[in-house]
Every structure is written in structure tokens, then in C-alpha cells.
């Protein structure tokens, strides 16, 4: 990792901060237990006193999934430009260089190659802090390269989705990345490479309606709030309030949208488990360097 | 002048809607009176389309969107009556029930089976809120997925017709799992091996009309629209207030000349003056050209090359660029 992205991390968690005094202490959404957040750190922001699920920075899951050392980000340098020329109240290069400057990366998403307990694999994490994690032109051209490149290499797929769907500046350029993302799926599924799709809280709109509901398997973090509307706009359409619990992970679950709901410390267990299962006796995945 | 269709005229159709009534009267105020008018008829029906080609020419984004939601727009049903010279409906996904704003079944393009199927608008408010608006339902990408697997079966090609506000965000929509629905289609429309054309009639509403919109061959009516999501929604998020639609209409570059420039979409299909609401029988011709065209391309390949060109099409969709 290098030291840009680090600074990066510093920058957003302190902005992240904002109603926190001092750095130090993290009140818990879940129960409003003070948190000390250097042990927050060491559980993954997994509140110790109830369980819940804090937001874990996009980069962290990397740490969090594949063993020490084994990480190569690929395709750092794909990034957004502006086919419409888009503006609303601001001009979208504008919002992408604030994005850039806030998180350090190019775009929202990270992607690159890995191993989760030994096993090979194609990692793609989105990043939440940039702009919302919106599927842009960019995002779908790495996810298709990372996807196209577990193909070509046969090693499994893992997508972490945090976000909250297409990205409107670039309109109808994002709703086809959600084509073409799936259409790579398609080749994939046929090779017998795994894909494992991770939602986490958020993921919504045309990333849920795409690769994060594609996976051989589908996943979920628990608390997290999955769907394809907004609850907003549920609530608009029907003139309403939304039952307790509506698309939580828990709730898509019980609706058989979701294979599990996984404790985020048991993450890289679970899927390692999964994997072995896809993978073993087979030519995928195979347990070897990572760089050919 | 389509008479079998309702609805109000916009207001900025209406000096050519006006014109011709006034044409009508003086025709049958002749035909009583046994004066000659044809001279007055012929400047006036010159005027008319004078006038209709000036509006036409320069329509705002946001008229286009009108258009493309306009009350007497042909509706996919419409379309294939004209288009197909036969139709067996069929319904269900098999698993929950029929969703009414999806329709489907088994057509002959100039006696080629086919499949063919769309989202379906209503034409007055009984009809629209039987078929939900053309808002489809999880169970109706299932039942178009069932559709488009059967047609593989039979080694038939599938025609959509897209015209939708977009995927209906409801309880159920959401229980049943909307997305999961849609993102289905995507992948398993880029896996098809049948050739797929697929035509933007009227509304493209974001991935409910993507759902049926992974085709080797993608048009769009001239007065179609196509965009991430709607210009009200567009507008309420990002200018905070949905009155600003027509700015969000412009801002997204949602019309049928943007999509082409774009390389989104293969080819715009021309509407007939005033445009396609003005005479469903033209309209629908047009497109059983561009339909006639794709097919005779299409068919000539054999299954990989098509599956291959499918995903290079869709590959090579996005703007971005690499630093080093």
C-alpha cells in the first residue's frame, strides 16, 4: 500500500470524525456505548459491547480478507472524465477532483489480486468515500478487468459492494456498466470460476441490481442495508412507513435474497471455507505465488 | 390522426393540433356549402407541416420526454399488432404470478418466428394502473427470462420493446428481490445464444428497461429517451428539488441523437412527422424495418461469433482513462 493511500485513510476517517470530540473515542450507533477506538481498530469496528457493524474503510477489508503481503492492486490508475459534460449545482470533474483529493484513488473502487488463506484471488473493494461508490464508466471497466482477469488466470472472485448505485453524471455510460459487468458474469459462471459477492451497509440502486446480487454465492454483513429502491422512495411510492428491519441484510434473508449473513470477523473464515469447496480438485483457485 | 387513441396533446403540439382541426372544419364546412376550398386546404396543410418541422427541429430535451411519455405514444402491444402478423400471448413466471406490465408470446416477423416482448403502458387511467404504469415487478423480468430462455430453446430470435419509467419500487418489489431480478436478465441476455434486438419505444427508465435491454442490436425511436434514471428523480437528488427535471433531462444527455453519438445504441429509428403518436401505422413500419435489417445481419452468424461480438459490444461501452 502506498504511503498516499495511507495519508488518504487519515484524511477521511478524521472527516468521518466529525461529532466525535477527540479522535479517540467512537460512540456505537448500535447500543451508544463509547468505544475506544483503538480497539475498535483491532475488532474491525465490530462494536465490542453489541456487535455492531461500524463502516470499515474500503481499503481495511483488504486487510481484513487476504493474508499479509500477498495484495497487488491493479488498474490503480483508471479513472473518470466526463462524456456528457456534466453539471448540476457543481461540475462533475469538480466533484471528482474533491472525490480524488479525499480519498487518495482514482476512482471508487480498488481492485486487484490476493490470497485468502493461501488461495488466489481477484479482490475488488468499493469505496464508499468516493462519491458514494457510484458505478461509473471507470469502476465498470475495472470490475470487467478484474472479472475478465479471474477468468483468463482462474482464480476465484470476491466483490465487497458498498455503495449507493449507478452514478447519474454519467448517465446512461453508468446504467451500461451494469451490462457490461454482467455480461463478463456471464462468461465467468460458464468457466466455473467462483464468484462471491460481500454487501455491506449501504448497497442499493444499479451495483445491487448488477454484480452485487450476481454471485455464485451472496453475502451480507450484518445490519447492513441491501436493495434495489431507496427507502425513501419505497416510502414516497406507497404512501407509507416501511416495516421494521426493510431491507436489512437480516430481512433479505428471511426473504431468500441472501445465502448468509456474515459476522464480519468471521468473514475471511467463511469464505475461505467457501472457496475450498468450489475449488478444490479443481483447476481454479489453485494454491501457489500469486505472480506469475 | 390516430382517432382510436386518447389523451391530451402537449402544449407545445398544440398550434399544429389547432391547424388541423381547423383544416377539418373548413373540409366539411365545403363539403356541406359545395364551395371549393382546396387551394385554402392545400396552404394550410403546407402550413401545418412547415409548422410541425420548425417545432420538431428544435425540441428540448425535456419535450422529448414528454413525447416519450406521451398519452397516445404506441404501446408495445400497438406495435407488435402492426408490426408481426402473428401473436400468441403467453404469461406467468411460473413462480409468483403474471405481471400485466410485461408482455409477451410468440410472433412471425414477415412469417419468421420470433419472440417478442416489452414493458406495457396503459392508455387511460384504468389501463395504467392494471399494467402498474409499465413499472414491472420482479415476476415480470422472471416471466421475460422465461420468455427469452424458451425462445433459445427454440432457436428463435427475441425482439424487445423497452418503454418504462423504470422497475417499481414497492414493498414486494423489494421482498421478492428487484434487483436480483434484474441483474439476472443482464447476465443471462449477454449469455443468449439467439440474436436479440432490442428497441427503446418510449420511455428507457433506468435498469428496469436495462432488464430487457442487453441486446447484439440496440435502438431507439427518434423521440425515445433513455437515461440512469428519471430526470424528476435526477432532479431531486442532485438539485435537490424535482421541479428541475427539464435541467436534469438536459444535463443527462437522455435523448436518441445523445445515446447514438455515444456509440450507446446501434441506430435511431425515424419517426413520422409530429412523431410516432401521430400515426401508430408509420411508426410501427419504420421499426419493422430496422427490425428486417438487424435480423438478416444477425441470423448469418453462427452462435460463438454472435456470443463473442455481444461481449465485445458491451465491453467497449464506457469512457474513462488510464494514468500511469
Known amino acids: 500500500m502506498s504511503w498516499l493511500n495511507r495519508a488518504a485513510r487519515g484524511i477521511q476517517s478524521l472527516a468521518k470524525q466529525k461529532d466525535v470530540p477527540d479522535n479517540l473515542w467512537q460512540k456505537c450507533p448500535g447500543c451508544g456505548e463509547i468505544l475506544y477506538r483503538r480497539e475498535l481498530e483491532r475488532s474491525w469496528y465490530v462494536c465490542g459491547a453489541c456487535g455492531f457493524h461500524l463502516p470499515l474503510d474500503a481499503v481495511r477489508y483488504i486487510d481484513l480478507l487476504l493474508d499479509a503481503d500477498s495484495w497487488e492492486e491493479l488498474y490503480a490508475g483508471v479513472t473518470s472524465v466526463d462524456p456528457l459534460g456534466f453539471r448540476d449545482s457543481r461540475r462533475y470533474p469538480d466533484r471528482l477532483r474533491v472525490a480524488r483529493r479525499q480519498t487518495g484513488r482514482e476512482d471508487a473502487v480498488i481492485t486487484g489480486r490476493g490470497r485468502l488463506d493461501g488461495l488466489p484471488v481477484n479482490l475488488a473493494v468499493l469505496d464508499f468515500a468516493f462519491m458514494g461508490g457510484s458505478l461509473g464508466s471507470a469502476m465498470g471497466e475495472k470490475i470487467a478487468r478484474l472479472l475478465l482477469d479471474a477468468s483468463s488466470q482462474r482464480r476465484s472472485a470476491i466483490v465487497v459492494s458498498r455503495s449507493g448505485g449507478a452514478r447519474m453524471q454519467e448517465s446512461l455510460f453508468s446504467l451500461m456498466q451494469m451490462a457490461k459487468t454482467a455480461a463478463v458474469l456471464a462468461r465467468l459462471r460458464e468457466e466455473g470460476v467462483p464468484f462471491i459477492s460481500l454487501c455491506v451497509n449501504p448497497t442499493y440502486g444499479g451495483v445491487t441490481a448488477s454484480f452485487a446480487m450476481l454471485g455464485d454465492l451472496n453475502l451480507g454483513e450484518p445490519g447492513a442495508m441491501i436493495g434495489f429502491a431507496g427507502p425513501r422512495v419505497i416510502k414516497q411510492t406507497i404512501g407509507g412507513d416501511l416495516p421494521e428491519g426493510f431491507q436489512s441484510a437480516e430481512f433479505l434473508l428471511e426473504k431468500g435474497q441472501l445465502d448468509q449473513v456474515v459476522e464480519r470477523r468471521r468473514l475471511k473464515a467463511t469464505l475461505a471455507t467457501i472457496l475450498r469447496w468450489f475449488c478444490e480438485d479443481r483447476d481454479v483457485s489453485i494454491p501457489g505465488p500469486v505472480r506469475e | 390522426m390516430p382517432e382510436t387513441t386518447k389523451g391530451p396533446w402537449l402544449d407545445f403540439e398544440r398550434p399544429i393540433v389547432e391547424l388541423e382541426e381547423r383544416i377539418r372544419t373548413l ?172 428497441v427503446v419505444t418510449g420511455e428507457g427508465g433506468s435498469g428496469g428497461a436495462l432488464a430487457l435491454g442487453v441486446a447484439d442490436r440496440i435502438y431507439m425511436l427518434e423521440n425515445a429517451v433513455y437515461s440512469v434514471i428519471s430526470p424528476e428523480g435526477c432532479a431531486a437528488i442532485l438539485w435537490r428539488d424535482a421541479a428541475k427535471a427539464p435541467d436534469a433531462a438536459k444535463a443527462m444527455r437522455l435523448t436518441a441523437a445523445d445515446a447514438f453519438r455515444h456509440t450507446l445504441i446501434d441506430g435511431i429509428v425515424g419517426e413520422p412527422v409530429g412523431g410516432a403518436h401521430r400515426d401508430h401505422a408509420a411508426a410501427a413500419l419504420a421499426v419493422k424495418a430496422q427490425l428486417l435489417d438487424a435480423l438478416a445481419e444477425l441470423v448469418a452468424l453462427d452462435q460463438k461469433t454472435l456470443r463473442e461480438r455481444r461481449l465485445a459490444k458491451y465491453l467497449a461501452m464506457g469512457e474513462w482513462t488510464e494514468r500511469r
Not at chain 2, 397516445?72 to 413462480?95: A, M, N, S, W, Y
Not at chain 2, 408482455?103 to 392508455?123: S, Y
Not at chain 2, 425462445?151 to 422497475?167: L, Q, S, V
Open chain 2, 27 to 198: 373540409e366539411a364546412s365545403a363539403a356541406v356549402g359545395g364551395v371549393d376550398v382546396a387551394d385554402e386546404v392545400a396552404h394550410l396543410r403546407r402550413k401545418a407541416v412547415r409548422l410541425s418541422d420548425d417545432i420538431f427541429s428544435k425540441l428540448e430535451p425535456w419535450q422529448r420526454v414528454q413525447l416519450a411519455r406521451h398519452g397516445r405514444r404506441p404501446t408495445t402491444l400497438d406495435l407488435i399488432e402492426r408490426i408481426f402478423t402473428q401473436f400468441v400471448p403467453l404469461h406467468g413466471d411460473r413462480q409468483f404470478r403474471d405481471d400485466p406490465a410485461i408482455v409477451g408470446g410468440l410472433a412471425r416477423l414477415e412469417g419468421r418466428p420470433v419472440l417478442v416482448l416489452g414493458h406495457q403502458k396503459g392508455r387511460d387511467t384504468r389501463s395504467n394502473v392494471q399494467r402498474n404504469f409499465g413499472m414491472a415487478h420482479p415476476e415480470g423480468y422472471r416471466k421475460a427470462l422465461r420468455l427469452m430462455t424458451l425462445a433459445e430453446r427454440f432457436e428463435r430470435p427475441i425482439i424487445t420493446f423497452i418503454d418504462t419509467p423504470g422497475a417499481y419500487p414497492g414493498l414486494g418489489a423489494e421482498e421478492r428481490g428487484q434487483a436480483e431480478a434484474i441483474a439476472h436478465n443482464l447476465r443471462a441476455m449477454a449469455a443468449l445464444r439467439v440474436p436479440t434486438v432490442a
